[in-house]
């Protein structure tokens, strides 16, 4: 009741309260100020977020579902352990397809680093087996027991070696993000603070004035709250509005995105910085309510 | 109306101001309160309205102990005394006009027929023409006006005047009584501080109006020997 009361008041322009307050340009500014620097950064920590977040699902899930064995055999040998192996993957549950790749797929995996013109039938390098697996995966241990046995040269690497530290450090990264919107958040809430202190304390004769007119506390703190919560709340909207049009302007993500290029928002997730200027607002109601009550209690 | 029962008071700092004072202040009373300066008048009328609380000893008013109230308590309170203080206090932001209607838009009764009584008010006090002035702008005797229109604003059952005619002339003062005496006989208890013997001679000319003095710590009804 109190609350509904007091967020009407937000809302709704008060006589009351409105003009018995002195306008202090000054702090005004700084007030929006800051909480457009900070509405600005927390889109981009959200946008940071919401992206390695996606990163550490869409690596987890594509890893996950492929894995791949090398064969290291003397030349002679490599194309019968191939058939082995793929034998033995034929027989092993998990497996949707499995398919040995070709010398020119394999040439052209290396020429990134050899150059082009390499005769890979002469040169002891390993066969590639592409593995697909199903949903559930396979028995991996199975697997490299079997494998073992009858093919000496293979091994089986399921990727989770190098796939485990990308997913957590993308996981770190949206932990990072989300604490960044935290500590936005208290810089904000210590800002509108300090901010209400000071207009309090400038205005202790105003308020010693309301006082002998028969103004309650809540009246007197209301017309600070309701200054302090739309200066947040419109500079946060400000901040927002620009950081949005800053991640848009980003370029976009292509095919093979990289990190940085998929950094933005996709879908419904552009609705989320929308909450940016509400939370800002709300952060602000209660801190200024709480510095008034803390300045008003003094001052008795 | 307003009830005192064995008050004394004390500044933290000094000894005792005021002490044993029991005293009552009818409905539709009219009083005057007088003493040397630095007696402690401005001190009594602060305890009459909450701003203070007596060391020891009840103040009652409209039947609550001021000690009961807390802080919303006390500024309800205030709505219903219209209290001019000796040293005027302002908005200095808000015109003369706004400031004498400042009672009534903190208690959202800002009604066109309050406009109008505060049209009628500023008339009274001789302010029509400063109403758009800031405080700071004013004389020390327009400040006093201002402040006696503003604690009446509210029609308020009691009335009370700490010096309100401290620094204007006779003829104003006599305007600024007439306002008082025309609230008492519409029922409205007032008390008023003053140093000034020849405006409460002047009001007894025209009301029944007792004195109280504030002598040796002790506040006395003083005999008809003014
Ligand atoms: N806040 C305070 N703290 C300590 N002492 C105070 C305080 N206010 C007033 N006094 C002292 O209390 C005494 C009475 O003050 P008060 O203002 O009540 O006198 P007064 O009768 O209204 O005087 P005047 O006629 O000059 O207005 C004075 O000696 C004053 O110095
Ligand atoms: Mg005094």
Request: hydrophobic content about 50%; some cysteine; charged content about 20%.
């Amino acid at each position: 009741m109190r609350l509904f009361a007091d967020l009407k008041a937000l809302i709704v322009r008060d006589r009351r309260t409105d003009g018995i307050v002195p306008s202090s340009g000054f702090t005004a500014h700084l007030v929006i100020l800051s909480a457009a620097a900070m509405a600005f950064l927390a889109v981009f920590a959200l946008a940071l977020s919401l992206a390695s977040g996606r990163l550490a699902v869409r690596w987890g899930d594509e890893l996950a579902q492929s894995a791949t064995i090398r064969i290291v055999a003397p030349v002679e040998q490599r194309a019968a352990q191939t058939e082995t192996t793929l034998r033995i993957l034929e027989t092993t549950t998990g497996v949707a397809f499995a398919r040995a790749l070709d010398s020119s797929e394999q040439q052209a995996l290396l020429e990134p680093w050899f150059g082009s013109g390499l005769d890979l039938e002469k040169l002891p390098v390993p066969q590639l087996i592409e593995i697909i697996q199903e949903d559930n995966g396979f028995d991996a241990a199975g697997l490299r027991l079997r494998l073992a046995a009858e093919v000496p040269g293979a091994t089986l690497d399921d990727h989770s070696q190098w796939r485990a530290p990308l997913v957590q450090s993308a996981n770190r990264l949206k932990a990072l993000g989300v604490v960044s919107v935290f500590l936005l958040a208290v810089t904000l809430a210590a800002m509108v603070t300090l901010a209400a202190n000071a207009s309090l304390a400038a205005n202790v004769q105003v308020i010693r004035v309301l006082r002998l007119v028969g103004a309650t506390d809540g009246l007197i703190a209301r017309a600070f709250v309701r200054r302090f919560t739309v200066r947040a709340f419109a500079g946060a909207a400000l901040g927002m509005v620009f950081g949005m049009i800053s991640v848009l302007l980003l370029p976009s993500a292509s095919e093979a995105s990289g990190f940085l290029t998929g950094l933005g928002f996709q879908g419904l997730e552009w609705a989320l910085p929308l909450l940016i200027p509400l939370f800002a607002a709300t952060v602000a109601f209660f801190a200024t309510g709480w510095s008034a009550r803390r300045v008003m209690g003094d001052l008795a | 109306m307003i009830e005192l029962e064995n008050v004394a008071y004390r500044y933290s700092s000094g000894d005792a101001l005021l002490s044993d004072i029991s005293l009552k202040l009818a409905p539709g009373s009219f009083h005057f309160l007088t003493g040397p300066s630095g007696a402690g008048k401005t001190t009594f009328i602060k305890l009459c309205y909450g701003a203070l609380r007596a060391t020891s000893g009840a103040v009652r008013v409209f039947d609550q102990d001021v000690k009961s109230l807390n802080r919303d308590g006390v500024a309800k309170l205030r709505r219903r005394i219209g209290v001019v203080h000796q040293d005027c206090q302002f908005l200095d932001h808000l015109s003369v006009a706004e400031n004498i209607a400042l009672p009534l838009t903190t208690t959202g009764r800002d009604t066109q027929e309050a406009r109008e009584d505060l049209t009628e008010l500023m008339g009274w006090v001789g302010l029509t023409d400063r109403a758009a002035a800031l405080p700071p702008e004013l004389s020390g005797g327009e400040r006093q006006r201002a402040a006696l229109a503003r604690g009446v604003i509210m029609s308020p059952d009691v009335i009370i005047a700490d010096e309100p005619t401290g620094n204007v002339d006779w003829e104003m003062s006599q305007r600024l009584l007439r306002l008082l005496v025309e609230l008492n006989k519409m029922g409205k208890t007032v008390l008023v501080a003053t140093h000034d013997l020849s405006l409460i001679r002047a009001a007894k000319t025209q009301v029944q109006a007792r004195v109280l003095r504030i002598a040796n710590h002790r506040v006395q009804l003083a005999g008809a020997d003014l």
